[in-house]
């Protein structure tokens, strides 16, 4: 990999450090020549420390290491974008991030839904929203709407109208979000069970 270390005249690029599963960002450090060698010989991020002027791995002290899984380039060669597994917070400050943030996964328009469900389920009026009325409707009924969805879903996956079969799709992915929510559950913990399951 080529890295411009002397594109500044301090030797440093700056080292974006972002959760390898959960994609989030946790940090920004810099790194000389050095701190970059010794992070991927070592496996363990390490860092040039501009205020104490040498280098610093993380979690040295608190054992809140950055374990290495990928590191990348970026376009100029100048920046580099660092994939870890961490252990325990990342910011000195006790949190996740170093922006105060939960290192928790999101799954984009997903998780926006997953809210969305949960809002809607506590409506006191059941006739303005479907989800509350299903809801209140019990597990059974919800159980059912989602055999029926998945049933409409293998039709039109042997049929050839494709705007159909997404739709379809995208019925039974709602409703199964529903029920996840009516057992307790979030997609969250679906995965983890995959993960769980991943042979690597």
């Known amino acids: 990999m080529k890295i411009d270390f002397n594109k500044n005249t301090d030797g440093l690029v700056p080292a974006i450090i972002q959760d390898a599963i959960t994609k989030n960002v946790l940090m920004l450090g810099y790194m000389n020549e050095e701190a970059y060698l010794k992070t991927v010989e070592t496996k363990k991020v390490t860092f040039f420390s501009r205020t104490k002027k040498r280098l610093w791995t993380k979690g040295e002290e608190s054992g809140n290491f950055l374990n290495l899984v990928d590191i990348k380039n970026d376009c100029d060669n ?108 979030e997609l969250n913990d679906i995965v983890e069970v995959l993960k769980g399951r991943d042979k690597k």
């Not at 597994?85 to 922006?99: A, F, L, Y």
């Not at 290192?103 to 997903?110: C, D, K, Q, T, V």
């Not at 997404?166 to 979000?177: G, P, T, V």
């Open 78 to 185: 100048d920046t580099l974008l660092i994939a870890v597994d961490p252990v325990g917070p990342t910011c000195h400050k006790g949190s996740d991030t170093c922006w105060g943030d939960n290192n928790s996964s999101n799954f984009g328009f997903l998780s926006k839904l997953e809210n969305t469900i949960a809002e809607r389920r506590n409506l006191a009026d059941e006739k303005k929203s479907y989800v509350a009325s299903l809801f209140a409707k019990g597990i059974n009924k919800i159980a059912q709407k989602v055999g029926e969805e998945a049933v409409e879903v293998v039709i039109e996956a042997k049929d050839n109208d494709e705007d159909l079969f997404l739709n379809e799709s995208a019925d039974l992915l709602f409703h199964y979000l529903i029920l996840l929510q009516a057992k307790g559950y």
